[in-house]
């Protein structure tokens, strides 16, 4: 059996989507800072924060200095994408986040984006 430090605990619930409850602030606890994923096929994986884009892993180091300031204002950070990204760009996001000590990180479904109409027939 492995015991856990109560360090690590906080760590692992984060990541795994259970964050413990921020604790009480002046910090918006209501809405969670937006983060938008994109996957570019073959292997490119992007963020969004605050209107910046991110290309993970080459800049990751950058993002986790954006998200460690947006954390000043923020207690959660809401990631969301469409269904067809891959677990890779998933993770790396996560971590991103992770690093940058967010209490609480939620997942969002994007809808699809709207497929064009097809011309209706006379």
């Not at 991110?54 to 969301?80: M, Y």
């Not at 690093?99 to 699809?112: C, G, H, S, Y």
Request: proline share 12%.
């Amino acid at each position: 059996m492995m015991l856990w430090s109560t360090d690590t605990v906080p760590s692992i619930l984060a990541m795994a989507g259970m964050a413990l409850p921020a604790p009480p602030s002046s910090k918006n606890v209501e809405a969670s800072l937006p983060i938008t994923m994109a996957h570019t096929p073959p292997d490119i994986c992007m963020m969004t924060v605050a209107g910046q884009l991110f290309t993970l892993p080459k800049d990751d180091v950058a993002a986790v200095a954006t998200l460690r300031e947006a954390r000043r204002s923020w207690v959660s950070a809401a990631i969301g994408s469409e269904a067809d990204i891959p677990y890779r760009c998933t993770a790396a996001v996560i971590f991103v986040v992770n690093q940058a000590d967010f209490q609480r990180i939620d997942f969002v479904a994007l809808p699809p984006a709207p497929k064009p109409k097809a011309p209706k027939p006379r």
